[in-house]
């Protein structure tokens, strides 16, 4: 991406910068801050839709000031950024910081945030809108939230106050309705923004455009034309320095639950009224509702990475990863099989497929349609590929539409061609601008349109908590062990076997 040119001329429409407000960060000293979002906020600056009075208060255990976090800050953006020094100086000074501890009582560390912000704010000149991101392992959301209100940070009459929460929000559905009851102990709902950052990717928005901005594909988009739906979330990716947090967490509670539920929703959704908070979250409430049970040990397959290849390099197996323990039964891939128990859907199976450790980075939902009723021409129909509608998530953002053609010559020979359209060709975009950035102006925005709903949550968990509660299980076993770099277990490959059906290919040809 161009290092100086205006939201305009990278192919981005316009947008109205927010009110101005500090964002306050928990946890500004992780892994999650300086990856996404402080780097989000730089991308807002350059499209010039932060306000001018605007500016991030850090607060976290680490020892720094506001210089220290301002340096640390600063490599952050380099690495993860178009780095530009001249929007640096406007963006680097507005950054502040404060060590504090997340259980400190009201009256201690919250107090002297609160002094913090009156001092940001005066120095600033920002008013009191303010917005509270939790950033932190999810242990303290609760306990953050608390204190918000002990030190009177939650409301202010003068202004907006606004809490974000980052996934995994609760670790199974009795945690989640619990934490959902304490934060409304504090927050009214329309002050909670529950994110997940897969709800501002671009392509992810653009499948809802696709199907309700176009009148063509609706009235096929059913259980009359559409033979299955394929939805992947693969990484090339091992955990890195997280396994602290993997191995609390795992493949369901990190990926499934939350951003694979939400591409099932965001396909399966009904037309909404509006495109607005209420019409369209009850529109993803009503798809998770018609979700039929999963039998675990029938429709899902849990896997390991072992040791393997990835990218010409050799990489360990997850038991051989710093911090994991020997014997981890923590499955790094899931696959599962999900219907949904409504007039679109019945009878067409969602594949659900994500993991850690897999041949290439690829995102996508791909739609497969029903063979031809009646196909004329005298061809072997069983080597014919069905059509295929395929939205590419990530990489090579785009969407593509498979279909038969006539070979050129004298017989009649068909062959499957591709119809596409690329974010890079068509708006010039190499690099689309990050989920955060869009969700954060929201939040900065008060729009909770691409926000979690409390029942959306407590309801994903509720489809997903027999398969964890199974494979925590001693007696669940080991998952399936697959290879680095390979296309997952192969108790995957068999369960759409089972169906007659195959998964498509993960391993991407070089770019
Ligand atoms: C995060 C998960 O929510 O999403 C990570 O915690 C995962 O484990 C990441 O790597 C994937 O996001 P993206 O945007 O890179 O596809």
Redesign the pocket.
Known sequence: MSHSLTADAQGLHGGTPPEPCVVVIFGASGDLAGRELIPALFELERYGLLPEQFAVVGFSNADWDDDGFRDEMREKVKRHCAFDEALWRSFGPRLYYLQGDFRSPPDQDYARLSRKLVDVRTENRIGHNALFHLATPPSFFGVITARLAGAELARSDDGWRRIVIE?PFGVDERSSRELNAEIARVFDEDQVYRI???LG?ETVQNMLVFRFANPSFEPIWNRNYIDHVQVT?A?D?G?GT?AR??EA?GVVR??LQ??LLQLVSMTAIEPPGRFEGTSLRNETAKVLEAICAVDVDADCVSGQYGAGRIGGSRVPAYRSEDGVADGSITPTYAAVRLTIDNWRWAGVPFYLRTG?RLAS?L?EVAIQFKPTPHLMFPVDHSSLASNTLVFRL?PREGIVQRFLAKQPGPGLEMRSVDMSFGYATTFGMTELPP?YAWLLLDAMQGDQTLFARADWIDRAWQIVDPIVSRWEEDAGGDPSFYPAGSEGPEAAAALLARDGRTWRTIAQAEE
């Open positions: 996934k997940d950052h897969f990717k979330v990484e990716i955990i997280r947090f993997y967490t990190d990926m939350n951003h850690k980075r995102t990530q989920a």
